[in-house]
């Protein structure tokens, strides 16, 4: 296995961009993760809350801030026109980030009452700069993956958790700025990730502007060409962002802000990491889709699928089976978390999946997204103000059931669209299976206590993920497998 990763260290391959993005983005989580412990002690559900309202806001308007021409950049066929649609983007970004920053100032004190969130109000001030730092972050971050610059992507995201958790803590610990404090330690986070990428895109872009010689011609050209995007990917984008922040959104206006704090900080715990490891998979593989034909997009897919269900199973099963340490580690204040992080780690498992296999932009599928996103978000809206009516776990664990259903269905599409139903059903037994039986003599040794537990539990990980990596870095891949 030693030699196989080191000669994959070697070669260029989406193998060695997704397991070098991956261990990036894992020291990146590990620190955001080190660090809730002790954020959960020093803020409580309330300020979590005010703080997932906030990022909820801009993530929903995130969507709409570059109408969705940054998903072209790293398949556009020449760096010339990638560098057009950059120009392109920054300039929906700035535009709408006045239009759009300069409302939501204007309505805070409205969205503060609408939403039952007391203080939220002087933090809205903020809106524009985030969406700023959301917008620049994601050009950049396109423009990196056209140029092959993992690296760089993994310095940022890096540097942005470390930079979070440290200002976090320290504005916690002074004390005086309450859900202020996650807010600002974020703000301050993003902007080091986004200058990061930024500044040497800039100057990459600005030179292949400076050669165009038609600007205007060109520029034309590329909005013909692309023209569907924001047609399309715009409005799926929206609502895929809609259908994961209303739900903060509408438990703050429904049962309160503390509701809503509890259903981020499950966010933060599960579903922020694991998205942002599934983002760097389905990253590489978008970028490598524009080099490749038919049939290889179709083997592509099949392997980050095998990959994404031996990655994930192991961890989120685990967490959904022995949830009840979860007061041990978050506090007495989170003793809820007990019955919300189960639905939530089944759910993040088969979102996560979906995720890394979804190549909606690369196959043409603009519309079969959109009416897959519109369903997603009338059935999450639904279950959740069906159970909210039952209070907060009924709501969290309807909105789950939900979305495991939805992300399933969408899997089956992509099973059936590649031809490999029964593959991914191998690849989701293979893993479950796995999984639970490595689980087993964790549970066991848990019982004789919990320091026991964890080392059972750290030694099973350690065999799970030999076996994993021995998995992805087979050479012999065949388009069956």
Not at 228 to 242: E, M, R, V
Not at 335 to 353: K, Q, T
Not at 363 to 372: H, K, L, S
Request: overall charge positive; some cysteine.
């Amino acid at each position: 296995m030693i030699r196989r990763l080191r000669r994959l260290l070697r070669e260029n391959s989406p193998k060695r961009d997704a397991l070098g993005l991956t261990v990036s983005n894992l020291i990146a989580q590990a620190i955001t993760f080190s660090a809730i412990p002790l954020l959960t002690r020093l803020f409580g559900p309330a300020d979590y809350g005010i703080a997932a309202i906030f990022v909820a806001i801009v993530l929903t308007l995130s969507a709409v801030l570059s109408g969705r021409f940054e998903f072209a950049i790293p398949i556009a066929e020449s760096d010339q026109r990638a560098a057009v649609l950059c120009l392109i983007s920054s300039t929906v970004v700035v535009t709408l980030t006045f239009l759009i920053g300069s409302s939501i100032i204007y309505w805070r004190s409205g969205i503060e009452v609408l939403l039952e969130a007391p203080g939220l109000a002087p933090w809205l001030l903020l809106i524009p700069i985030a969406l700023l730092f959301v917008g620049g972050y994601g050009i950049a971050n396109y423009w990196a993956t056209r140029k092959s610059s993992y690296g760089k992507i993994g310095i940022a995201r890096i540097s942005e958790s470390g930079v979070t958790a440290v200002t976090q803590i320290s504005l916690g610990l002074v004390g005086v700025f309450g859900a202020g404090g996650l807010v600002l330690g974020r703000l301050i986070g993003s902007s080091v990730g986004t200058a990061i990428l930024l500044i040497k895109t800039i100057k990459e872009v600005i030179a292949l502007i400076a050669k165009t010689p038609d600007l205007f011609a060109e520029v034309k050209s590329v909005l013909i060409e692309y023209r569907h995007l924001p047609k399309y990917a715009l409005q799926t984008g929206l609502l895929n962002s809609i259908s994961s922040s209303a739900s903060i959104l509408l438990l703050s206006h429904m049962l309160g802000v503390a509701a809503a704090g509890f259903f981020g900080l499950a966010q933060r715990i599960l579903m922020t990491p694991i998205m942002a490891l599934t983002g760097a998979i389905w990253q590489v593989g978008h970028g490598r889709m524009g080099q490749l034909d038919g049939r290889e997009r179709v083997i592509l897919v099949r392997k980050l699928h095998r990959w994404s269900c031996y990655a994930f199973a192991f961890p989120l099963l685990a967490v959904s089976i022995f949830s009840e340490v979860a007061v041990a580690i978050f506090g007495e204040k989170w003793a809820d978390l007990e019955s919300i992080l189960p639905w939530f780690g089944v759910m993040v498992y088969f979102n996560a999946v979906s995720n890394t296999t979804s190549y909606w932009v690369a196959f043409g599928r603009y519309r079969a997204e959109m009416i897959t996103n519109v369903l997603l978000f009338s059935l999450r809206l639904t279950a959740l103000l069906l159970g909210a009516q039952f209070g907060v776990l009924a709501a969290i664990g309807s909105y789950a059931t939900v979305s495991i259903i939805a992300y399933l269905s969408i899997n089956v599409f992509w099973g059936i669209k590649t031809n490999s139903l029964m593959l991914f059903g191998k690849n989701y037994a293979g893993a479950t299976l796995l999984s639970v039986v490595l689980l087993i003599p964790v549970q066991v040794a848990s019982r004789l206590g919990m320091e026991f537990g964890l080392l059972v539990f750290l030694l099973c990980a350690a065999a799970y993920y030999t076996f994993y990596l021995q998995k992805i870095l087979s050479v012999n891949a065949t388009s069956q497998e």
